[in-house]
């Protein structure tokens, strides 16, 4: 089960995506990445959003109150279907979850990896126990995530409405590319309009 995202996440390494992929030290304030594979009942998405939307600062963690902020945003990054949300009657389940705070080396700070079932509230490693060693590295910082999805009713995946926004207040932009049978295809869904119409895609 582990495999799942690895293997299905060489979907979004297509021209279509790689496009698209930008370097960490070049993204912008406000505005994150979501790519999504779609193929059968299976869903892979891959998230990466600015350590300043999610967190409100791009600093490695420094105080108590940072690492605590870090490790609430990578908890609630683990839970996807609380963030995407789609309609019950897809019957979509998490089989695999994971997030991570990432710096500019690409060292890993903190990280959550769940198989489906599992608890979310302390599912910490011990590499949050790291981030100390780095206090006093500037430069930026970027949360990514990857999750597996199974749906079992497809045909009603017609939607996804980001709670995202909701959920990290200074995040305002997700650029979104989903990889499907039909091809591939782009969107920005803005905080002001935080859902995205499937339909006919798949």
Known sequence: MKKVIPVALAVLA???IAEGTRQLDSHEHGVGELNIAIEGNNVVMELHAPGADIVGFEYAA???EDRAA???AVATLA???ELFVVSAAAECTVVQASAALESEDGHEDHGDDHDHG???ADGHDDAHDHDEDHADEAGHTEFHAE???NCRNTDALSEITFAYFDAFENARELEVQIVSAAG???FEVE???PTLELRGMF
């Open 79 to 81: 839970r996807p279907l």
């Open 70 to 72: 870090i490790d609430a």
């Open 184 to 186: 591939a295809q782009a």
């Open 147 to 149: 999750y597996a999805l």
């Open 191 to 193: 905080r002001d309009e």
């Open 118 to 120: 599992e608890e979310h």
């Open 62 to 64: 420094e105080s108590a």
């Open 14 to 16: 297509s021209p279509a």
